[in-house]
């Protein structure tokens, strides 16, 4: 897997998951997941992104398929 690919599903998870699992109840702002976590839209309540988790998922991503494929 190419560093770009990893970094595109790293950007999408990164965007999902904050926003699937804080739906406007703040549960993912208020734990300990928050910490990183910014709003890139201000007027947007909900729109949330993980910088921590797009960077992990991106480097699992990129680790786990170049195992894969030697």
Do not use: E, Q
Not at 15 to 21: E, K, M, R
């Amino acid at each position: 897997m190419k560093w770009l690919t990893a970094l595109a599903f790293g950007a999408i998870v990164g965007f999902v998951l904050p926003t699937a699992l804080d739906a406007r109840a703040g549960i993912w702002m208020d734990s300990w997941a928050g910490w990183g976590t910014v709003r890139p839209d201000a007027n947007s309540s909900s729109l949330l992104f993980s910088i921590p988790l797009f960077l992990g998922t991106a480097l699992a991503f990129r680790l786990v398929f170049n195992w894969h494929n030697r």
